[in-house]
């Protein structure tokens, strides 16, 4: 049987990197915070360990502790021994079921940054805050600026073709769009636009076959419309396990600055709301949550921002999220510790 330093042991989780604080009475596993959260166990009634390993001992039973290779004593029984083994299994299975729910994020990371500076005071402040957090998630990023109309396709095709060219497995690829704009459009440095979906068409799944099923982020800075947010006074009171044909617009995850038809806002000496938020929530939250819940509290963030105006005005904003993806996507370098 397990003793309270067995179960009460630093391990991390094999899922998320965390570390194991929790007992799942219905899996008889150690598991994390985000296992308890939104994982696999998040209906399943739970203890701690410290109290899981007080019950272990004052009942005699069996604990098996996660995370470690079981040895059994020779003298347990062979009705134990069944058991036992069983339980393992069940471990076993419900980690292979954690690898099929989570993006495998221990290949190469790249990043392509289209950024329009002409113009558009504050947009080197936000390549800078991006390049850091790419650096910190272990992307290499290529950055071109002050991409013309046509540049930003002829840009987009160069980077596809980079990563076509790649040997090695390419485990996720940031793409980030950074200039004026209308409903669906880019305006180049040289005043010519582009669309918003010829360039997400060209690395989706079917036009790009080294991404296929692997999480594809476009993050895009520019105006929507050129409505604006007063704000309101309120008063508060899976997939088939059968299917082997990948859809063409999967794995796919959209960042809008602003919600569609509204303008994006951006400091002449800060940077862009977004950028600057995102920035400074995935730094500090990337090792523990999950890009959406990431997101989440981005939008938390910036919608509660008064954003001041020439005319004296305050106005907010609201970005926009949109994805396809099918499997949770954690940030967080391979090997890096929690």
């Given at each position: 049987m397990g003793g309270s330093e067995e179960m009460g042991?630093?391990?991390?989780?094999?899922?998320?990197?965390?570390?194991l604080k929790y007992f799942c009475k219905t899996d008889q596993l150690g598991v994390c915070a985000e296992c308890i959260a939104g994982g696999l166990h998040r209906e399943h009634p739970y203890l701690n360990m410290e109290e899981a390993?007080?019950?272990?001992?004052?009942?005699?039973?069996?604990?098996?502790?996660?995370?470690?290779?079981?040895?059994?004593?020779?003298?347990?029984?062979?009705?134990?021994?069944?058991?036992?083994?069983?339980?393992?299994?069940?471990?076993?299975?419900?980690?292979?079921?954690?690898?099929?729910?989570?993006?495998?994020?221990?290949?190469?990371?790249?990043?392509?940054?289209?950024?329009v500076t002409s113009g558009r005071a504050g947009a080197e402040a936000d390549i800078f805050a991006l390049n850091q957090l790419f650096f910190r998630l272990g992307f290499l990023n290529r950055i071109i600026r002050d991409p013309t109309g046509e540049g930003f396709k002829r840009e987009l095709l160069a980077f596809r073709e980079w990563v076509e060219s790649h040997v090695s497995f390419i485990s996720c690829c940031f793409v980030v769009l950074m200039a004026h704009g209308r409903p669906g459009i880019l305006i180049?440095?040289?005043?010519?636009?582009?669309?918003?979906?010829?360039?997400?068409?060209?690395?989706?799944?079917?036009?790009?076959?080294?991404?296929?099923?692997?999480?594809?982020?476009?993050?895009?800075?520019a105006c929507r419309g050129e409505q604006q947010d007063p704000g309101i006074v309120y008063t508060t009171d899976a997939l088939s396990h059968l299917s082997k044909v990948?859809?063409?617009?999967?794995?796919?995850?959209f960042i809008y600055p602003s919600q569609e038809g509204y303008v994006s806002y951006r400091s002449e000496t800060d940077g862009s709301i977004l950028i600057q938020k995102l920035v400074m929530v995935f730094l500090k939250g990337f090792c523990e949550f999950h890009i959406l819940e990431l997101l989440t509290k981005v939008i938390q963030e910036v919608s509660g921002i008064n954003i001041p105006t020439r005319n004296q005005q305050q106005y907010k904003s609201t970005p926009l999220v949109q994805y396809t993806l099918r499997k949770l996507l954690y940030l967080k370098p391979s090997g890096m510790a929690a």
């Open positions: 042991a630093a391990q991390l989780c094999s899922s998320h990197g965390l570390p390993s007080k019950q272990c001992k004052q009942q005699e039973q069996a604990c098996i502790p996660l995370q470690r290779s079981l040895s059994l004593p020779p003298s347990l029984n062979t009705g134990h021994l069944t058991s036992l083994e069983q339980a393992v299994q069940r471990k076993d299975n419900i980690r292979e079921k954690h690898k099929t729910e989570v993006y495998d994020m221990s290949g190469e990371r790249l990043a392509l940054t289209l950024c180049g440095s040289d005043g010519a636009t582009v669309n918003l979906e010829q360039l997400f068409q060209a690395m989706n799944n079917q036009n790009c076959t080294a991404l296929q099923g692997t999480p594809k982020i476009f993050l895009i800075q990948l859809p063409t617009h999967t794995d796919s995850l």
